[in-house]
């Protein structure tokens, strides 16, 4: 490019080209230059035969190239790791919203539930960070806040709240369609958002998620699509920040549990009950989840109380498990023609199914 700026000003009086990236050399791990005599050298040919071409791709868009860039075993294992939680998470997400008709199933924004409505929310403030930072050509951190949102707003809050009202509400019940409309909307943002460093992965997926009723792909490729629209959630940013503070609440629920656990008390969380002295303040942010709360918490039942500063207070359930969503209710067996579910499960399988507001 050296070359080429000095003929350009010369001849033409500017650079030949609008814009321009630089990138340090690469390097082994402790920051060497490679050599065959030192035998650090990776090779990328010996990388993509081994770990396939998409963690070179994500190696290369995982790494600050404002610098020197290290690779060596240690460092791919890594990147090998931060591609299987994406792909993995992806496989879920297609998973969940395979049966699922946007024609027919969508539930407008307005009628989803609160957890779901949270979860485009933050899809969209997400998507807002990432946009910025294509714009910059700033990938890393795009790699980065993909895997944190892979790990941690789905896979330890958001998808794992979800799983029962997938796994036990009727198929065609509202709160399942709430569920799988947020999920399919994600979706569609995350393809997109991991698209420019993960092309094979994200063009594999497109295909089998967006297939319309006749089998194929409503567009061609995941590169003829622009990135998806969110629609605005009204009061945006309270929701973001009452469902935050629901998140911390939760993880301190999480720790009690584990604690317990560890004590051979309960097993799953769901044998656990909880009750939680909480501040005023949260008392009533809590309050607003009703019922739901348990869901939240993956508890079989969860009670408030007020207090001066938070508390948590775990018991196991003296209470039957139900054999179907293994949450344990006194209800288990209250109708003898199903003697191994639950009230819930029994409507949810024979009546009118149950009915959720929040979670």
Known sequence: FHSSLLLGCAIEGRAPYRG??????????????????????VAPQTVSDKMGAEIIRLWCASTDYSGDLGIDDKILARVVDAYRRIRNTLRFLLANTSDFNPDTDRVADAELLEVDRYALARASALQAEILAHYERYEFHPVVAKL???CSEDLGAFYLDVLKDRLYTTAPKSLARRSAQTALWQI??????????????????????????????????????????????????????????????????VNKEIEAVRTQGLVGASLQAEVSLGVTPEDLALLQTL???LKFVLITSAASLRE????????????HAKCERCWHYRDDVGANPQHAGLCGRCDSNLHGDGESRKVA
């Open 20 to 41: 321009l990236l630089t990138h340090g050399f690469t390097v082994d791990g402790q920051g060497r230059k490679m050599s065959k005599s030192v035998g650090n050298v």
């Open 147 to 149: 895997q944190v949102y």
């Open 187 to 252: 979706t569609h943002a995350m393809l997109r958002w991991m698209a420019p460093f993960l092309s094979f992965t994200a063009e594999e997926a497109w295909p089998i998620f967006a297939a319309g009723p006749q089998g194929a792909a409503v567009s061609p490729s995941i590169f003829t699509e622009t990135y998806w629209a969110f629609d605005g959630q009204p009061g945006a940013e309270a929701l973001l920040a009452k469902w935050q503070r629901v998140r911390e609440i939760r993880d301190v």
């Open 290 to 292: 009703g019922d739901d």
């Open 307 to 318: 207090a001066a500063e938070l508390s948590v207070t775990v018991t196991p359930s003296t």
